[in-house]
């Protein structure tokens, strides 16, 4: 059996690690690999692939991003004329199917968010038998309890917080941490309760710009003259504002309430206040243990359902356990903080403050 695997959508650390599972799991059941360049861009006929063996994935488990490349655009629309989105979907299941029969793929592995796993559910659909494999560094699809990356770009943050931290106490400041995540708080939830964080805002919870600066103030009664406020890019302004830095290809771009939150806690508290925004330093660097082993796992049960010919599932993460669901349940679904739930509840007790 041959098998073909491609990176779709925003790097993130693991990314090589499905890939080294992938192929280690194939080598051993006589697989061939073959991997696509540049995500869905690689199928064009006559494809840019490169061959998979085990010399080649030598080392590749702790190097961030991916020996394949990916892209979050639509570079191929451009190449053949096109300009909507049903004719992008139609010629995608085409440039795929000519691709993968003249190279005799028989399985195709999509790494990607959901964005990528909709295009892998639309081919799926059109006959191409595809297995999908979860990635998002923000932790949102609900059909898996965790995905690779968000355990690096969680460690990201609290690193981020242990230094701002002792710039924050020698100057007496309040430090603002915007953290990427985009409608869901699980980065800036987890990073600032690892990271030791007063204050976390997100996207779940409304919050209250008074009450933060109250929060501030009390802390300063109690000797405690700095604070570190953690916040989520996707998080909503009082006044019900989602601050952008403008329309990408494919989506908004989230970013720069860091800034308008430090300037506005500023006013409200007369204190000297700094903003730093992560963005994709989050993205970056070696993957953790945790998604080294996790991204492999996802490798290798990826290749078990191409074995199995159990096309159109998805890999997913539940109860410590990898298994599966189909493509169908993970898309369109978020899965955002519960605001009542147990985490939530954990930031709570332990002093943090959610604006609210």
Excluded at 53 to 81: E, S
Aim: hydrophobic share 40%.
């Amino acid at each position: 059996m041959r098998i073909g695997i491609l990176n779709s959508g925003g790097d993130c650390p693991g990314l090589n690690a499905v890939i080294h599972g992938v192929v280690g799991a194939a080598s051993k059941l006589g697989m061939e690999v073959i991997g696509f360049r540049d995500g869905f861009e690689g199928l064009i006929p006559p494809g840019d692939y490169m061959q998979l063996g085990l010399t080649d994935t030598v080392g590749i488990l702790k190097l961030g991003g991916t020996i394949l490349g990916t892209t979050n655009k639509r570079h191929f629309a451009a190449k053949l004329g096109l300009v909507n989105l049903e004719e992008i979907a139609g010629t995608v299941v085409d440039l795929t199917r000519e691709t993968l029969d003249g190279l005799e793929i028989e399985a195709l592995i999509v790494v990607g968010g959901e964005g990528s796993l909709g295009t892998a559910l639309h081919l799926y659909n059109a006959g191409i038998p595809v297995i999908g494999v979860p990635k998002t560094i923000d932790n949102d699809l609900q059909a898996t309890a965790m995905t690779f990356g968000f355990d690096s770009a969680v460690s990201c943050v609290v690193d981020a917080l242990d230094r701002l931290h002792t710039t924050a106490v020698s100057h007496k400041r309040v430090m603002v941490v915007e953290v990427m995540g985009r409608n869901a708080g699980w980065i800036a939830l987890w990073g600032g309760i690892a990271g030791g964080a007063d204050v976390v805002l997100i996207p779940e919870i409304d919050f209250s710009l008074e009450k933060v600066a109250a929060v501030i103030e009390e802390r300063e009664a109690r000797g405690s003259y700095s604070t570190m406020i953690v916040v989520a890019e996707g998080a909503r302004l009082p006044d019900g504002d989602l601050i952008t830095k403008g329309k990408g290809e494919n989506s908004v771009r989230l970013g720069g309430i860091g800034e308008v939150i430090a300037d506005r806690i500023a006013e409200l508290t007369g204190k000297e206040t700094r903003a730093c925004t992560l963005g994709h330093l989050q993205r970056g660097g070696q993957p953790t243990s945790l998604d080294r082993i996790l991204g492999a796992r996802f490798g290798v049960k990826a290749v078990e359902l191409a074995q199995q010919k159990k096309f159109g599932s998805m890999v997913s993460y539940q109860a410590y356990h990898v298994g599966s669901v189909t493509i169908e349940e993970a898309v369109h679904k978020v899965r955002t903080v519960d605001p009542n739930g147990e985490v939530v509840h954990t930031a709570r007790a332990i002093g943090i403050s959610l604006g609210d």
